[in-house]
């Protein structure tokens, strides 16, 4: 006797797929699912509520056909009615997979003509069905709903052509309701289907919810459960470096007393300095240098502001307290997620890196102007000929080189705050895919990232200009603590003065929302306090952006955030502006500012 | 030829202006081997009577498209139409203003210039078709600016000027988003008609199908002209790149089913294997697999 049986493929709902897929695009195996999806019914602007994946988390490529070919006969909105009709419901899986195989029967009649192969590909997926059989675990079928899975027997023996499973006459009566002919419409499909789930399920047309359990927790309950359960994220200005709370993720929240926005006594100060030491790890300057640019850059809006340059390496004379080993114990956990994340997607990354770097290999090779430079032969130069007799050099000679240097370096700038803490993993994938990309292409590139905590604003160098191979430092990359873009601009203007080339382009991932615990204070034009977001920030940061751009460094932005806030970053960006919708889009939007650079600068 | 044209319906003045063309500039027989043989035919009205009229006006021809709009097609049965030999020139990088017009060579102890083709195709006034022209940087392109504007003269540094032949035309080809290309300048491109070459349509490529192989089944003949627009679609949503969408391969492809491979190994030569990356390939056999089933043979495509 079989056991309790169901659905043999696993039906990912997009809609319900973590938050953070919104956010950070798909995955690898799922981007050819849509693929799929989008191949049957050629239309790339569809975002398809479902997507076929096997037991094996390969995509299955006949049934994601079917939910491509139900768009393209049905539309988009009365298949969203009809799933809508369940939503919710305590049985929705059982009434989604029996839909599905409505929908299959009668769009594969209607596109069969259109599409020969589209009967090799069904009977394929029939004889895989029963083949995965011997594969399941005993779990696994114990996930199986027994009249699902009879159904689809049902179907897939007939599309075999082998003698049918004994059925019960009301199953019968239900796999042959779902049978629907290629001659129906959308709609008489819909209504074929609920008279079915009505008749043989007792459906009655509106979904009927488990009622949740709601349970209240005191004091001594709450800080064990938050960090056993998935909670909302808070920011505060006490490091924490975990995951968001995003639907199915094990999320992890510290708890904070309340936002410290006071000015701070001297003890205070050093307490806040020891503090950021230990979790970002020791200065790339002297307390003296650090001094001198402090009096420099926190200035105006910035003033009672501390700046904090490191790579993120512990200070050896700093004691290690228990806070900071945990913090960095949270970091390591988090570069581990994003290497893991890189391998899992590989395929997808590798892809787009050597498509990116071919655009820009491509973009250099064509804009770039010839090189002279000193050969044995060639045109004579008379600036260089004295040292043929001084010196015995006999380079004194011009000759064009076609391989030139690109004349310019690339800073990316990734914003490092909390309100990334969602898409970490996609953040550091994208930085390593750009800046190896631009390794490649000879290209100098540095990866920094930013964020403010407790009034200091931390520049953290993830990948330098002179390390070979640097790049896999980038999937140290995790997100805390607030934002405070103007200064940070300031910092990367401070960070320029090291780089090996005299034109810079500055490229920075932004959600164009400056955000700071860290008010600016009273002045002799405002005598109160202000809090360094909203408009404040904006203002502050498009000053920055443009004081930049008067020493000659050309700033970029790829921007990802709401969009109520695009006016914002035009505001600060102007046209230098590339605004992407999910985080997987990060280097190829950077990537085309970098080729319109290399055409600028080629003139 | 222009039997084909009369077939497509191409106007009767045009037909005649050829015709008048012809008559006026015939060919010599040592330069009869140089007038292109097409494999295939271009299909397109629109833009046949666009170029043919362009070309009786004296203009020269500036082809722009995308990958597999049939720019060099065209250009070679424009040189038969017009039964004009033709001279062929890729652009590279590299590609300077001595590849283009001739260079000085050593022959029988002096130095002598040795024409390059640009230069003879002007001697001659034959067809100049300048293939991938975007290719080259645009000062090396500045040497043709005289040659293709009112003054219609090569003037080459320390030897004669050279008119060029009032049967004489230019036909460039150009891709904007080709690896390796670039914006043309304005000079140049002032100086050429410019034909936006549309994609080839449903109706095209089964025609061409089904003069290239007679004998495809219909049915399949329709699978394949569905999978290149699947594939063209796929590549405008940036979903792969445009190396897999290769009409050639796919002709290819077919020729190699026809020759007794199964078509998912004929295809993978042709259209998969052209993409280097092994994501790239799975999405594109995933486009093929819903058109062509992998085990198809010669017996059911082919009726001979």
Redesign the interface.
């Known amino acids: 006797m079989l056991l309790p049986p169901g659905s043999r493929r696993s039906w990912t709902a997009a809609d319900c797929l973590p938050t953070d897929m919104e956010a950070s695009g798909y995955s690898a195996r799922q981007r050819r699912a849509i693929n799929q999806v989008w191949t049957a019914c050629g239309d790339y602007k569809f975002e398809p509520q479902f997507l076929a994946m096997q037991s094996d988390g390969q995509p299955d490529l006949y049934m994601n056909c079917v939910i491509g070919l139900v768009h393209k006969w049905f539309g988009d909105e009365l298949p969203k009615q009809l799933f809508a009709a369940w939503a919710g419901d305590a049985r929705q899986a059982v009434y989604d997979d029996l839909a599905w195989l409505a929908l299959e029967n009668a769009v594969y009649e209607k596109e069969l003509p259109k599409r020969p192969a589209l009967a090799a590909l069904r009977q394929a997926h029939a004889s895989a069905f029963f083949e995965s059989e011997y594969q399941l675990s005993r779990q696994e079928w114990m996930e199986k709903n027994q009249l699902v899975y009879a159904i689809q027997s049902a179907r897939w023996k007939t599309v075999l052509g082998q003698r049918l499973p004994v059925l019960t006459p009301w199953e019968k009566g239900l796999s042959e309701a779902l049978a629907c002919p290629g001659t129906m419409s959308g709609e008489e499909v819909a209504a074929a289907i609920r008279a079915a789930f009505q008749k043989y399920l007792r459906f009655d047309g509106t979904a009927h919810a488990k009622t949740p359990l709601t349970l209240h927790f005191g004091e001594r309950w709450a800080p064990l459960l938050t960090k056993l359960f998935s909670t909302e994220m808070v920011r505060t200005d006490d490091l924490a470096i975990g995951r968001s709370a995003a639907v199915g993720e094990n999320g992890m929240v510290r708890a904070s007393n309340a936002l410290r926005s006071h000015l701070r006594s001297n003890e205070r100060e050093t307490e806040d300095r020891d503090y950021v030491e230990r979790c970002f790890g020791r200065s790339l300057y002297a307390p003296k240098e650090l001094a001198l640019m402090e009096q420099r850059d926190c200035t105006g809006n910035h003033l009672g502001c501390h700046l904090w340059f490191t790579r993120g390496e512990p200070s050896p004379d700093k004691p290690v307290s228990a806070d900071a080993q945990r913090l960095f114990q949270q970091a390591e956990e988090q570069a581990k997620r994003n290497r893991a994340a890189y391998v899992k997607n590989s395929d997808l990354y590798q892809s787009a890196l050597l498509r990116l770097t071919e655009q820009i290999r491509n973009c250099m090779l064509i804009h770039q102007q010839p090189d002279a430079v000193s050969a044995r032969q060639g045109h004579l130069d008379s600036r260089r000929v004295w040292r043929l007799p001084v010196l015995g050099d006999d380079k004194v000679f011009l000759r064009s080189d076609e391989e030139s240097t690109p004349g310019f370096t690339v800073d990316l700038l990734l914003d490092g705050s909390a309100s990334r803490l969602h898409c970490q993993e996609t953040i550091a994938a994208q930085g390593y895919i750009l800046a190896k990309s631009l390794a490649d292409c000879g290209i100098p590139v540095r990866v920094s990232s930013f964020c403010s905590l407790r009034g200091y604003t931390v520049l953290r160098v993830l990948k330098d200009f002179g390390e070979k191979n640097g790049e896999r430092k980038i999937f140290d990359y995790f997100a805390a603590g607030w934002n405070r873009d103007g200064l940070a601009l300031r910092m990367a203007a401070e960070l320029l003065n090291t780089a090996p080339a005299d034109k810079h382009l500055l490229i920075l991932l932004t959600d164009a929302s400056p955000d700071d615990s860290h008010k600016i204070l009273p002045t002799g034009k405002v005598p109160l306090s202000r809090d360094y977001d909203g408009q404040v920030g904006v203002e502050d940061t498009a000053d920055e952006v443009r004081a930049l751009r008067r020493k000659g460094v050309r700033v970029a932005a790829v921007f990802m955030g709401e969009n109520a806030n695009v006016p914002n970053a035009r505001a600060i960006y102007g046209q230098d502006l590339a605004p992407i919708r999910r985080m997987d889009q990060l280097s190829a939007a950077a990537g085309r500012l970098i080729q319109t650079e290399i055409r600028e600068l080629s003139g | 030829m222009l039997d084909f044209l009369e077939q497509e319906q191409i106007s009767k003045e045009l037909l005649e202006g050829i015709q008048e063309y012809r008559n006026a500039y015939p060919t010599p027989p040592e330069l009869q081997n140089r007038i292109p043989k097409p494999r295939y035919h271009y299909y397109g009205k629109e833009v046949w009577e666009a170029s043919i009229a362009a070309l009786l006006c004296g203009e020269n021809l500036l082809l722009a498209g995308s990958k597999a709009t049939g720019k060099n097609v065209l250009a070679e049965n424009l040189a038969q139409v017009f039964a004009r030999p033709s001279w062929d020139v890729s652009f590279h990088?590299?590609m300077d203003a001595a590849s283009l017009i001739g260079m000085d060579t050593f022959e029988n102890g002096q130095v002598t210039f040795r024409p390059g083709p640009v230069y003879l195709c002007a001697q001659h006034g034959g067809f100049g078709i300048l293939d991938e022209i975007n290719m080259a940087k645009n000062e090396a392109l500045a040497v043709l600016h005289a040659t293709l504007d009112f003054r219609r003269a090569i003037d080459v540094p320390g030897y004669d000027r050279v008119e060029v032949d009032p049967a004489a035309r230019f036909i460039g080809t150009m891709n904007y988003g080709y690896?390796?290309?670039?914006e043309l300048n304005e000079a140049l491109t002032s100086r050429f008609a410019v034909i936006q070459m549309p994609a080839i349509d449903g109706d095209g490529l089964d025609r061409l199908l089904g003069e290239e192989f007679p004998s495809l089944e219909k049915?399949?003949r329709g699978?394949f002209v569905?999978l290149f627009l699947?594939l063209q679609?796929?590549c405008?949503?940036a979903?792969i790149?445009s190396k897999a969408l290769d009409l050639r391969g796919m002709l290819d492809a077919l020729r190699l089913i026809r020759r007794g491979i199964s078509a998912g190994t004929a295809l993978d030569m042709g259209i998969t294997n052209k993409a280097?990356?092994?994501?790239?390939q799975?999405?594109i056999r995933?486009?093929i697999?819903?058109?062509?089933?992998a085990?198809l043979d010669r017996s059911r495509l082919f009726t001979d």
């Open positions: 990088v590299n690896a390796g290309t670039r049915k399949y699978q569905q699947d679609k796929k405008e949503s979903e790149s280097f990356d092994s994501y790239e799975g999405l995933d486009v697999a819903a058109r062509i089933p085990k």
